[in-house]
């Protein structure tokens, strides 16, 4: 499965933005879905992850409660809703596709190319 990320851009604290995670090929429902993130730095870390039907959702610590996690099979699209949007989110964003639910980034063999996300104080 290839994987095209869009949606990264520049916003106040505060702020909201919504990424989007578009897939290519057959099986997208499949692949569960998920999102790191990785600032200047920092070694990448887990954002969120989505079950393959989009019942079950998890969240690092950092993000529970400003971000959502979905996925639309039908479109074969996966998102990222981001609120509350803080300085320390400013990274790269990656959405992944996988096989299971993991927080390891080792885990994921399928990566999209990365949007930024920055976020003004």
């Known amino acids: 499965v290839q994987l095209q990320a869009s949606g990264g851009g520049l916003v106040q604290a505060g702020g909201s933005l919504r990424l989007s995670c578009a897939a290519s090929g057959r099986t997208f429902s499949s692949y569960v879905m998920g999102w790191f993130r990785q600032a200047p730095g920092k070694e990448r870390e887990f954002v969120a992850v989505?079950?393959?039907?989009?019942?079950?959702?998890y969240y690092a610590d950092s993000v529970k409660g400003r971000f959502t996690i979905s996925r639309d099979n039908a479109r074969k699209t996966a998102y990222l809703q981001m609120n509350n949007l803080k300085p320390e989110d400013t990274s790269v964003y990656y959405c992944v596709a996988g096989r299971g639910v993991y927080t390891s980034p080792a885990r994921y063999d399928n990566w999209g190319q990365g949007t930024l996300v920055t976020v003004s104080s």
């Open positions: 989505v079950s393959w039907g989009g019942g079950s959702t």
